[in-house]
């Protein structure tokens, strides 16, 4: 069974950072186009980022730009997302996504393989 690990998640300050990472023994992250999305509470889950296969080719949601980075390390076969900056409305439940496609893919339904989620609380 495909499985994709995220990790990093958990409980910070308004203007704090935090670091989640996305591994998998199964999948190569080169060869799929990698999301992450969150879901809040009574929200649907909407897209985040997403790092595009075989290519520096990146995309970030309107909400995060300038404050969430994401990366692929080819050789860790591990996609990060470097969030700075949190904001209360950044809290929920992410989720690390892979689709086979060249391109980004912004409905969670075209995902082929998820990983369990890692809770992000952003609050004073």
């Known amino acids: 069974q495909v499985q994709l690990v995220e990790s990093g998640g958990g409980l910070v300050q308004p203007g704090g950072s935090l670091r989640l990472s996305c591994t998998s023994t199964?999948?190569?992250?080169?060869?799929?186009?990698t999301a992450w999305f969150r879901q809040a509470p009574g929200k649907e889950r909407e897209i985040v980022a997403a790092?595009?296969?075989?290519?520096?080719?990146?995309y970030y949601a309107d909400s995060v730009k300038g404050r969430f980075t994401i990366s692929r390390d080819n050789a860790k076969n591990t996609v990060t997302l470097q969030m700075d900056n949190l904001k209360t409305d950044d809290t929920g439940i992410y989720y690390c996504?892979?689709?086979?496609?060249?391109?980004?893919?912004?409905?969670?339904?075209?995902?082929?393989?998820w990983g369990q989620g890692t809770q992000v609380t952003v609050s004073s």
């Open positions: 199964e999948v190569r992250f080169i060869s799929y186009t």
């Open positions: 790092a595009v296969r075989t290519s520096s080719n990146k």
């Open positions: 996504g892979v689709v086979a496609r060249g391109i980004v893919i912004r409905t969670p339904q075209e995902y082929r393989y």
